[in-house]
């Protein structure tokens, strides 16, 4: 059951469940310079010593890419969980000048985040699920029972 929520989350993420991966409601509000603070004096390394061998080999390109521009204690440490927030934010790395991330890079980038989050950001993830479910009901449009 695990490997398949893995799976669709990368999935989703990297636009292969047919749907656009990105919606500009989907991306992450802009973290303050405090929140930046903070969040960049946190842990900059992952233990991947139990991901699969991919997601190794994935980490060692965030690692490489993404420290180029920021340390990578950002990312590691961000509230960003959910695939259409590691989408955007990638997206919106790539096109840095100095990010040297390319389009393979990029979902190679995503992947990593997407899988890492599903592992150590489980409950934020659940948290996040919940709350969107719940706004979506909220803006769903109300049926009149009267008019059937």
Request: aromatic share 6%; charged share 35%; hydrophobic share 30%.
């Amino acid at each position: 059951m695990t490997k398949i929520l893995i799976a669709t989350l990368v999935a989703s993420a990297l636009g292969w469940a047919g749907a656009p991966a990105v919606r500009a409601q989907d991306e992450p509000p802009a973290s303050t310079p405090e929140q930046l603070d903070v969040i960049d004096k946190g842990t900059d390394t992952i233990d991947v010593s139990k991901y699969p061998k991919e997601q190794q080999e994935n980490y060692k390109v965030f690692s490489e890419k993404c420290s180029k521009c920021h340390t990578i204690a950002r990312p590691i440490n961000s509230s960003y969980a959910l695939p259409e927030e590691w989408t955007a934010y990638v997206n919106k790395m790539r096109h840095k000048k100095r990010s040297g991330i390319d389009e393979e890079a990029q979902k190679t980038i995503t992947s990593f985040l997407v899988y890492d989050s599903s592992v150590r950001k489980k409950d934020l993830i659940e948290k996040k699920l919940k709350d969107k479910a719940g706004a979506d009901k909220k803006d769903a449009p109300k049926t009149d029972e009267k008019a059937k």
